[in-house]
């Protein structure tokens, strides 16, 4: 069961128009919900260049080892509003339409060759890029893949050409590449690593595959993680119901397309409305009227509302511990291993969802990020002090932003330190020891089956 994809935290519900202009209280006021606004952040539709923090560190610092976790692009919606007509995106790739790239055409070329890329099992039979004239349920988009070109070169100019992470002669053993069973995810995978790597060689690609869509591998047995999970979704069911504004909005939706209120709200509505707000579609009409922006701005509201009281309440932090355990102990001991002076996996690469990403930075305590949006990336940077070779240091990057300081085990160590990162040892008993002592236990094992105090 996913939660519902939920947005980022700017809020207190109220709508600015219609406040008296009184002065806020600086410490209690929260700002005001601006829906359209956190909308037009998750679309992430590439226009400008983005400026990024990836790759900073003082000149005498060597940069070890790169891990990177994305969610997928853009996509067309893995819901329909029942009796609506779908939104008209084309999934066609077509290097001379809006938003492109300029190796978009490069890319197309070399995806429809491909046949020596090693793939796990059902990997090899997906396609390796969008190509419906009508996008299909989930579909990326090119917008979706000129999100990941962008990230890959981003990533390549800092990390390939500035720190020569790898070099011109790599091999498939520096690369550890790994993704979920979704075309989209395969897809922004291969974008991003086409214009990442020096070249792109496809018998150098070996993605494995990922069943879990939080990367659990074999250590996926928690029932605990279960148990605060079916929490969280009480809890989301019960701010929903409360919500009279929302309520409305949703019976006069399913008035307008004429069917029960219980049906529309099953059929998520908020994921199809955000393709078309993405791709600037107008919304859906029938005989009987017409959805509109009112409808959208009170839906995604309620979301950024929901975002907010999810971070009070720590039913969700709880799970996240638990969900991400093993791909954060997985990263750790890789990470450990390149300290120790192993030379292989320096660059890394985990395509995956929002549902992957968002319990990642709730378990590392990053409770200012923003939701996931389309191709966010989420980034540790492995670096060898060069004047203490022994000494090892992370740091942590948000879409470009570093929030390395942001997370619960580093918070403190900024004030004592005069070094922008966090020591590697710092990330390593974490994950091996302190994300257990809200639950009173020492291991995963024990934490997956005992209830937090």
């Given at each position: 069961?996913?939660?519902?994809?939920?947005?980022p935290v700017r809020e207190d519900g109220l709508n600015p128009k219609?406040?008296?202009?009184?002065?806020?209280?600086?410490?209690?006021?929260?700002?005001?919900?601006?829906?359209?606004?956190?909308?037009?952040?998750?679309?992430?539709?590439?226009?400008?260049?983005?400026?990024?923090?990836?790759?900073?560190?003082?000149?005498?610092?060597?940069?070890?080892?790169?891990?990177?976790?994305?969610?997928?692009?853009?996509?067309?919606?893995?819901?329909?509003?029942?009796?609506?007509?779908?939104?008209?995106?084309?999934?066609?790739?077509?290097?001379?339409?809006?938003?492109?790239?300029?190796?978009?055409?490069?890319?197309?070329?070399?995806?429809?060759?491909?046949?020596?890329?090693?793939?796990?099992?059902?990997?090899?039979?997906?396609?390796?890029?969008?190509?419906?004239?009508?996008?299909?349920?989930?579909?990326?988009?090119?917008?979706?893949?000129?999100?990941?070109?962008?990230?890959?070169?981003?990533?390549?100019?800092?990390?390939?050409?500035?720190?020569?992470?790898?070099?011109?002669?790599?091999?498939?053993?520096?690369?550890y590449l790994e993704t979920t069973g979704k075309s989209r995810t395969?897809?922004?995978?291969?974008?991003?690593?086409?214009?990442?790597?020096?070249?792109?060689?496809?018998?150098?690609?070996?993605?494995?595959?990922?069943?879990?869509?939080?990367?659990?591998?074999?250590?996926?047995?928690?029932?605990?993680?279960?148990?605060?999970?079916?929490?969280?979704?009480?809890?989301?069911?019960?701010?929903?119901?409360?919500?009279?504004?929302?309520?409305?909005?949703?019976?006069?939706?399913?008035?307008?397309?004429?069917?029960?209120?219980?049906?529309?709200?099953?059929?998520?509505?908020?994921?199809?409305?955000?393709?078309?707000?993405?791709?600037?579609?107008?919304?859906?009409?029938?005989?009987?009227?017409?959805?509109?922006?009112?409808?959208?701005?009170?839906?995604?509201?309620?979301?950024?509302?929901?975002?907010?009281?999810?971070?009070?309440?720590?039913?969700?932090?709880?799970?996240?511990?638990?969900?991400?355990?093993?791909?954060?102990?997985?990263?750790?001991?890789?990470?450990?291993?390149?300290?120790?002076?192993?030379?292989?996996?320096?660059?890394?690469?985990?395509?995956?969802?929002?549902?992957?990403?968002?319990?990642?930075?709730?378990?590392?305590?990053?409770?200012?990020?923003?939701?996931?949006?389309?191709?966010?990336?989420?980034?540790?940077?492995?670096?060898?002090?060069?004047?203490?070779?022994?000494?090892?240091?992370?740091?942590?990057?948000?879409?470009?932003?570093?929030?390395?300081?942001?997370?619960?085990?580093?918070?403190?160590?900024?004030?004592?330190?005069?070094?922008?990162?966090?020591?590697?040892?710092?990330?390593?008993?974490?994950?091996?020891?302190?994300?257990?002592?809200?639950?009173?236990?020492?291991?995963?094992?024990?934490?997956?089956?005992?209830?937090?105090?």
């Open positions: 069961v996913h939660l519902i994809p939920v947005n219609s406040r008296k202009r009184i002065m806020p209280d600086l410490l209690t006021e929260p700002p005001a919900i601006d829906p359209v606004y956190e909308a037009r952040v998750y679309c992430n539709v590439p226009s400008i260049a983005e400026r990024s923090m990836e790759g900073h560190a003082p000149h005498y610092f060597k940069l070890v080892s790169v891990q990177v976790l994305i969610r997928h692009g853009d996509r067309y919606p893995l819901y329909a509003i029942p009796k609506t007509k779908r939104p008209d995106i084309d999934c066609m790739l077509v290097p001379s339409r809006k938003p492109s790239h300029p190796q978009l055409e490069a890319f197309i070329k070399h995806m429809s060759k491909g046949p020596a890329a090693q793939m796990d099992g059902s990997l090899s039979s997906l396609p390796r890029y969008p190509s419906h004239s009508l996008c299909e349920m989930g579909e990326l988009t090119q917008t979706g893949v000129v999100q990941h070109l962008r990230n890959g070169q981003l990533l390549r100019e800092i990390y390939i050409n500035k720190h020569r992470l790898l070099p011109g002669d790599w091999t498939a053993k520096q690369l395969l897809q922004s995978a291969l974008a991003l690593l086409y214009t990442f790597l020096p070249d792109f060689d496809w018998k150098k690609i070996n993605m494995r595959h990922q069943w879990s869509t939080i990367f659990c591998s074999g250590s996926c047995d928690c029932p605990m993680r279960n148990h605060y999970l079916e929490e969280e979704q009480r809890r989301q069911y019960s701010l929903r119901v409360k919500n009279n504004d929302l309520e409305k909005i949703y019976v006069d939706m399913a008035r307008i397309v004429g069917i029960p209120t219980r049906q529309l709200r099953a059929s998520n509505p908020i994921d199809s409305l955000l393709c078309y707000f993405c791709h600037n579609v107008t919304f859906p009409c029938t005989k009987t009227g017409c959805i509109g922006m009112e409808h959208f701005k009170v839906i995604k509201r309620h979301q950024l509302e929901d975002e907010r009281e999810r971070q009070e309440k720590q039913l969700y932090f709880l799970y996240a511990l638990l969900a991400t355990h093993p791909l954060l102990n997985q990263t750790v001991n890789r990470l450990q291993r390149i300290a120790e002076g192993k030379k292989e996996e320096v660059f890394v690469l985990y395509s995956a969802h929002d549902v992957t990403l968002s319990p990642v930075l709730s378990a590392l305590g990053i409770t200012e990020a923003r939701f996931p949006r389309f191709a966010a990336r989420l980034v540790f940077e492995l670096w060898q002090d060069g004047k203490r070779p022994k000494e090892h240091f992370i740091r942590i990057l948000y879409n470009g932003a570093d929030v390395t300081f942001q997370t619960s085990f580093c918070k403190d160590h900024f004030k004592r330190s005069s070094k922008p990162m966090c020591p590697l040892e710092k990330f390593v008993s974490f994950v091996k020891r302190d994300m257990f002592l809200i639950f009173n236990s020492t291991s995963y094992y024990d934490a997956c089956r005992r209830r937090a105090l």
